[in-house]
């Protein structure tokens, strides 16, 4: 038997379904998702074993035309993620119309066609399961029109409709090589960004406008506590910034009397607690920095 292995990446615009699919391939959720757009912030790599495969799936940011410098530097990741990778995944959602800012990544991608020849990709339709079958057959028809793909298939990560036929041609595409992350590893991404990303995404939950561009998130630390709780599990201290760009937005993240952050904080508990298999003591602290979206210091000190 041939043993393939390889990188795939997904693009696509802000609330395409990128990260949804990667985590619905992964088989576990890896990458944090939202309604909101822009909710992916770097590259996150999710791990796909088979008995005659291994696909490293790469989630990007959403591309668009950038109108701050977070939104320059994010395109330009993602640009350099295509140039690293054996096959591309350009989701385009089912439910929307085939639009400029599908056009837009269409464009990047021929270029990217003509710099560095042989890179496949695969369009793929998102969200099957939200249109009925004559819409998705005229979306087909209009993403077929839209450049030159290797495949174009339909899938829905919700319900699972086509996951592992997609899994089936990315893998088609990948080199034949040994397996590159031991076998059972589900992603690369060390813990404390994890942890962050779980508080940015349930804090991104019911927040509106541009309140989900401003939010930054940064572990301070993990520790782990002397005494372990009373039923033997350890503790785990975990203390995190929650970073927005104006005071008034520092209001609405915190809420009446502190209600909204104590919700933040109990959900993004669970998942925390799930993903270091302890107990977790979240301690959460929202700052205001000054337009940080805006300014390359305040960028770099938040990971940028
Ligand atoms: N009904 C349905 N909704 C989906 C599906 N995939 C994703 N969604 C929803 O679409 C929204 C955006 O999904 P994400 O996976 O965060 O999108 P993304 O492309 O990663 O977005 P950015 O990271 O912001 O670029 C979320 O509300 C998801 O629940 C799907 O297959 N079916
Ligand atoms: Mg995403």
Redo the contacts with the bound molecule.
Sequence with gaps: MTFRSGFACFV?R????????TNALVGQKVAI???R????RHVIRGIVHRADAQLVLVDT??LHRPRTLLGERLNDLVKDTLTEVDVVGF?IPADQRVGPGDRFIADQLAELARDRQGTPVVAIV??A??VPRPRMAEQLVAVSQLGEWADVVPV???DGFQVGELTDVLVGHLPEGPALYPEGELTDEPESVMVAELVREAALEGVRDELPHSLAVVVEEIVPREEPARDGTPMLDVRVNLFVERDSQKAIVIGKGGARLRDVGSQARRGIEGLLGARVYLDLHVKVAKDWQRDPKQLGRLGF
Excluded: E, I, M
């Design positions: 696509g802000p609330n395409a379904g990128k990260s949804t699919l998702t939202s309604g757009p822009q909710t992916t940011p959403g989701c998102t969200k399961d939200l829905s990560a919700q």
